[in-house]
């Protein structure tokens, strides 16, 4: 009698349907915006990560097309061999601008980035700490280096200090990991804690700029310029594929920390170059960021706005705490969520409910951009009301 060793995967499935877990992809068929076509209805998006709207900006679509009428649509291996190309090295150049350190490695994604990063800088004679809510990526990134990993109670300085105490000497390096905005919350780490411990503990710090980039700080360099923490030691690591409308990560640091991870990092080596649609589209949108300032500004408007409409309409509603543009309105359980995002689609609005396992409780996920209108506000406030 034969056994099919793949019949656990039914079973799964249906646990996940049970659950409420189950997920599926949704199709967007029109340029990213403030408005989109979502499986043939025309929708209010607030589930984008496109803060500043430059995605479908058209100065960015013809950098886009111009490098890949140059350079081809691939870049056809990796940096090392036939992928680099002078325009992934401008990149990088104009990325440690913004950020000010003093170079920058460019990854083909984000998640590649903290893969490689944490597993080529600390080993099985480590420890990381880890923010509890951090993203899947400096998670993974952690489990795969071997290091001995502790996780903290969610931005818990005090937690913190005490691992720190209780752990540190027994180790030959120490990481702190933290995401600067919560991707599913919205709220801060708090940095410069943080920085003053890993200072006092001889501890490295990698902080995930992914949600901060071109949205924080005066330049929009991120939550690190936020806090006024640009010159202190550290490890950047962001995405290209947020604010800035492109696809692939960046790791921003010292030129020491850099020439290592370009000998290091086997999700840099082993992995084909970003292509150069996706290089140029991010050099012109760091461009946008740094010339066009009032992005950010109505980026914030819309943020306040937003924040005092549900304050004043739907004072029973809970927000949670958020300082970036990721507004998060939990609610009671996963049926209550689903129930509620169904509804505001029905009513034009797409905001995702965001449930277990990825978040501890259930919530919708709104996510605001430079290009919503005050109309667009209001109208998520009326659905919400009658959801």
């Known amino acids: ?67 890949t009428e140059e350079f081809g649509t691939g870049s056809t291996g990796s940096r090392l061999l036939s992928g680099h190309r002078q325009l992934h090295r401008e990149l990088e150049k104009a990325i440690a ?51 001995k990993i502790i996780d903290y109670p969610h931005c818990n300085i005090i937690e913190l200090q005490n691992h720190l105490k209780q752990q540190r000497e027994k180790y030959r390096r120490c990481l702190i990991i933290t995401d600067t905005v919560f991707s599913m919350d919205g709220d801060l780490c708090p940095l410069p804690e943080i920085l003053d411990i890993a200072e006092k503990f001889h501890s490295m710090v990698l902080v995930d700029e992914a949600h901060a980039t071109g949205v924080l700080g005066k330049k929009g360099a991120g939550c690190v310029e936020h806090f006024h923490s640009t010159h202190r030691p550290l490890i950047q690591i962001g995405t290209l594929s947020k604010a800035l409308g492109s696809l692939g990560g960046y ?23 970003l292509s150069p649609a996706d290089t140029a589209a991010a050099l012109e949108a760091i461009k946008i960021v740094q010339k066009k300032p009032e992005l950010r500004t109505q980026l914030w408007h819309n943020i306040d706005t937003l924040k005092q409409l549900i304050s004043q309409e739907l004072p029973n509603l809970k927000l949670l705490p958020s ?7 939990q609610l009671k359980d996963t049926a209550t969520a689903l129930t509620t995002a169904i509804k505001l689609k029905e009513a034009g609005i797409f905001a995702p409910a965001i449930r277990p396992p990825t978040v501890p409780t259930s919530r919708i996920r709104i996510s605001l951009m430079a290009t919503h209108q005050i109309s667009h506000l209001e109208k998520l406030v009326t659905a919400l009301k009658s959801s």
């Open 1 to 67: 009698m034969s056994i099919d060793p793949y019949a656990w995967i039914e079973p799964s499935l249906t646990t996940i349907h049970r659950a409420d877990w189950y997920r599926f992809a949704q199709t967007i068929s029109s340029l990213p915006g403030a408005v989109v076509q979502l499986e043939g209805k025309t929708v209010i998006n607030f589930a984008s990560n496109d803060y500043l709207g430059l995605a479908s900006d058209r100065s960015v679509i013809a950098a886009a097309i111009a490098a």
């Open 97 to 147: 601008s913004l950020k000010q350190t003093e170079d920058a490695l460019v990854f083909s994604s984000g998640y590649l980035a903290n893969l490689g990063a944490i597993a080529s800088i600390v080993g099985k004679r480590d420890l990381i700490l880890s923010d509890r809510y951090n993203h899947s990526s400096l998670k993974n990134g952690a489990i795969l280096s071997g290091a």
């Open 251 to 273: 790791i921003a640091g010292s030129s020491t920390l850099i020439d290592f991870l370009r000998n290091r990092a086997p999700t840099w080596i082993y992995t084909t170059g």
């Open 323 to 329: 300082e970036s543009a990721i507004l998060c309105l």
